[in-house]
Structure formats: structure tokens, C-alpha cells
T-cell receptor, first 113, second 110 residues
């Protein structure tokens, strides 16, 4: 089954404790991206990747890092989380960019205390 | 950058009625306009999309219309059913950073 898998589903952490949210897709997609969803603000892109070792900033990249060492994986790293990063995070992928269907993961609800 | 406005933020209808959600965008270079449906506890899923060289597209009870001159596009759902209740997002694509509307919570009352 074609899917984007995110882990964990829920995460509670404390300020400053490094964390990683994993994302994996099994569709051989070149394009992968991360979004955060906040009430009343919709979905905002954090980072995206066009292919292995190619990443770039989205609209809200501050406080986040990503890496794309393998085509299927695109982890999101918060090296020093802060309470304003409490949000619902989604990973998404598509064959080659944003002019086509995005496949989203099920989301990761992060709470930073 | 691109700006996408979506209205209304909440829409309540009776089962069987039609629902219309509207979006406007600012970047005339945008060429791809998808609509996503997000059910509670799930990620958004594409329900229909339209490209800039087409004015209307239909898929059973769902249709999307695009007016490039006025820079707006709309989602039309006919004969609504309780399972249509969800949050709907429009988006504007064409670059590597899509811009999403803020979402419309559609409630269909049985």
C-alpha cells in the first residue's frame, strides 16, 4: 500500500531536549516536505527536499533542521524545542513537486512543555 | 509571496444541501489548485484538483471551478452527506512551496 509513515504519533517533551520525528515513504517519490498545522493558520511548510541531499527552507524554517540521506526518509529535527513549536506536524511527498498530488502522513502531535 | 484566502471558516448545512467553499490567490504564476479533505485525526487527502488551463472539473458530487482572471477558485459539493463533514483546505501550487488556505470546517447535519 502506498503510504507516508510518520513516527511517533504523539510526543510530549520538555524545552531544550532534542527530538527527531521520522518520515518515510514507499512510493519512490523525489519530493518530500514538512508542514506544521496550527489552529486558524492552516498548513505552513517548514522545509522541503527535491531529492537526496537537496533540501531548502519553506515558509517557517526557524528552529528546525532536516536531512535527506536516503530517498525514502526525511526526518525532522528539533535540536532545542521551545513551547512555540507545540503543534501538529505532517510529512508529505509527491512524485516531483507541488504541481501534483501530495500524499500526507497521519501526523505527529508535539507538545513542548 | 503567494497569499491564499479561504472562506468561510465554518459552514453548516443540512444533509442533501449543496456546499460551496471559495478561495482567492494572489500570484498570477500559480498553475495548480488542489483541494484537500482532512478528517479528524488524519492527514489531509486530495479530493480534487484543477490546473490553470482548465475552467472546471467534476468528479461525481464534487466540482471545482477556476477563474484565472479574477484569481479565485471554488469547491462545490452537491447532495452533501454526513461523511462529508471534515475540514477542507484549498491550496495554490506551482513552485516548491505550496500555500494553503486556513481551512473550512464543514458540518453536515443528518
Amino acid at each position: 500500500e502506498a503510504q507516508v509513515t510518520q513516527n511517533p504519533r504523539y510526543l510530549i517533551t520538555v524545552t531544550g531536549k532534542k527530538l527527531t520525528v521520522t518520515c518515510s515513504q514507499n512510493m519512490n517519490h523525489e519530493y518530500m516536505s514538512w508542514y506544521r498545522q496550527d489552529p486558524g493558520l492552516g498548513l505552513r511548510q517548514i522545509y522541503y527536499s527535491m531529492n537526496v541531499e537537496v533540501t531548502d527552507k519553506g515558509d517557517v524554517p526557524e528552529g528546525y533542521k532536516v536531512s535527506r540521506k536516503e530517498k525514502r526518509n526525511f526526518p525532522l529535527i528539533l535540536e532545542s524545542p521551545s513551547p512555540n513549536q507545540t503543534s501538529l506536524y505532517f510529512c508529505a511527498s509527491s512524485h516531483s513537486g507541488t504541481s501534483e498530488k501530495l500524499f500526507f502522513g497521519s501526523g505527529t502531535q508535539l507538545s513542548v512543555l | 509571496g503567494e497569499n491564499v484566502e479561504q472562506h468561510p471558516s465554518t459552514l453548516s448545512v443540512q444533509e442533501g444541501d449543496s456546499a460551496v467553499i471559495k478561495c482567492t490567490y494572489s500570484d498570477s504564476a500559480s498553475n495548480y489548485f488542489p483541494w484537500y479533505k482532512q478528517e479528524l485525526g488524519k492527514g489531509p487527502q486530495l479530493i480534487i484538483d484543477i490546473r490553470s488551463n482548465v475552467g472546471e472539473k467534476k468528479d461525481q458530487r464534487i466540482a471545482v471551478t477556476l477563474n484565472k482572471t479574477a484569481k479565485h477558485f471554488s469547491l462545490h459539493i452537491t447532495e452533501t452527506q454526513p461523511e462529508d463533514s471534515a475540514v477542507y483546505f484549498c491550496a495554490s501550487g506551482g513552485s516548491y512551496i505550496p500555500t494553503f488556505g486556513r481551512g473550512t470546517s464543514l458540518i453536515v447535519h443528518p
